[in-house]
């Protein structure tokens, strides 16, 4: 089995034995997309909730907008039967406390209703969250099973 990482702002795919994972997911959006049936799995590890508020916006993995197309468009591509396609989604966690309504300090929440709503939009059925709080998570998506694991530094592992 091997193991794919992504990075920030990244997004990538993998098929069952093996296994995908990015790390450090604060304010950021782990969203996970897999075919349950060919094992065939995507992860992009979101930091921004919408390319069109942006000038400098070419990397389309930030973004949830662009980057769940761009991972919906990649395992599709490797075999995924887009009908079939289920989501998870990690993160989104408020990582600093910031006084008034500032909204540089929800970042995390709005990650979380971006990518929502773009999976709603796209038909992406959304089968379990980890998502708010205030604490960073770790996650790994297992394309042969589906399990999505969530670890957090001085919490029990989760698996949605």
């Known amino acids: 089995m091997a193991t794919v990482k992504v990075g920030m702002a990244d997004l990538n795919i993998c098929r069952a034995p093996d296994m995908i ?22 992860l992009a ?8 508020q942006m000038r400098n916006n070419s990397n389309i993995a930030k973004f949830a907008d662009t980057g769940i197309e761009e991972l919906i ?8 039967n887009r009908r079939r396609l289920v989501a998870k989604i990690a993160g989104g966690a408020k990582m600093f406390e910031v ?4 909204n540089i300090g929800n970042v ?4 979380a209703q971006a990518s ?3 999976l709603q939009q796209m038909g992406i059925p959304l089968l379990a969250e980890d998502t708010g709080l205030n604490f960073g998570r770790t996650v790994e998506l297992y394309p ?6 969530i670890k957090a530094v001085g919490k029990q592992l989760r698996i949605i």
């Open 45 to 52: 590890h979101i930091m921004l909730p919408d390319s069109t």
């Open 21 to 42: 994972t990015t790390l450090g997911l604060g304010s950021c959006i782990g969203i996970a997309v897999y075919d349950p049936v060919l094992k065939i799995g995507g």
């Open 116 to 118: 929502k709503r773009k």
């Open 144 to 149: 042969a099973t589906g399990e999505f694991h």
């Open 73 to 80: 468009k990649r395992v599709t591509a490797a075999g995924a």
């Open 99 to 102: 006084s008034g309504l500032s």
């Open 108 to 111: 995390g929440e709005r990650n």
